[in-house]
């Protein structure tokens, strides 16, 4: 079946240092949606592409969809101990099921 | 108005014992999901809604879990014959439309003795 994959797995950052999380799936998706978790927390929405080629940003935080629509990233400058928690990506397949992927855990040292 | 709740928050069940976890969503919202998410993974989807109807069911493991939302609103994710794997973090969400932005809820706690 469909697979959503992330890299890395874990990153650990000095406050300061870029981040970037990388997700690939096996099949086109029709949009891609990225959620974050804090410790102890529920996911929580950031944002949702819909575009091949779609590029968004929000303030720190820049959002990119493949060509293909079957990869996307998340690319956060200069990270503060605040961005701390596990993203993930997540894409609908044609059925309407979310499929999540397995997260990146974000660190930051102070 | 309010969030996604769930209850119960924590649920400690003996083995062989059946379970019922509870969702509220979002009101107005069309869409409902059940998730079951381990320690350190991405929530694993087991079922959803559309309004009262169970649109994909593919994600349950087995024919012990069932899921119901019978008012298009409140939803109830049924164990029967729990089994310790079965522990797990249950988590619950809504949206307003079938594909878009998913609330979800704090999650039940499932522990299975």
């Known amino acids: 079946g469909q697979q959503v994959m992330q890299i890395p797995q874990y990153q650990h950052v000095q406050e300061g240092e870029d981040f970037t999380t990388y997700c690939n799936s096996s099949?086109?998706?029709?949009?891609i949606q990225w959620y974050k978790q804090r410790p102890g927390g529920h996911p929580v929405f950031l944002i949702q592409l819909v575009k091949s080629g779609e590029v968004k940003k929000q303030k720190r935080l820049t959002f990119q969809f493949g060509e293909a629509k079957k990869n996307s990233s998340l690319h956060i400058t200069a990270t503060q101990t605040t961005d701390v928690g596990t993203y993930f990506c997540?894409?609908?397949?044609?059925?309407?099921?979310?499929?999540f992927g397995q997260g990146t855990e974000l660190s930051v040292k102070p | 108005g309010a969030g996604v709740s769930q209850s119960p928050r924590y649920k400690v069940t003996k083995r062989g014992q059946d379970v019922a976890l509870r969702c509220d969503p979002i009101s107005g919202h069309v869409s409902l999901y059940w998730y079951r998410q381990a320690l350190g993974q991405g929530p694993e989807f087991l079922t959803y809604?559309?309004?009262?109807?169970?649109?994909?069911k593919s994600g349950l493991p087995n024919d012990r879990f069932s899921a119901e939302r019978p008012e298009g609103s409140i939803s109830t994710l049924t164990i029967q014959r729990t089994e310790q794997r079965d522990s797990a973090m249950y988590r619950c969400a809504s949206s307003q439309a079938q594909v878009g932005e998913q609330y979800f809820g704090p999650g039940t706690r499932l522990t299975v003795t």
């Open positions: 099949t086109t998706l029709s949009n």
């Open positions: 809604f559309n309004y009262e109807a169970q649109q994909d």
């Open positions: 997540a894409g609908y397949n044609q059925g309407g099921k979310l499929i």
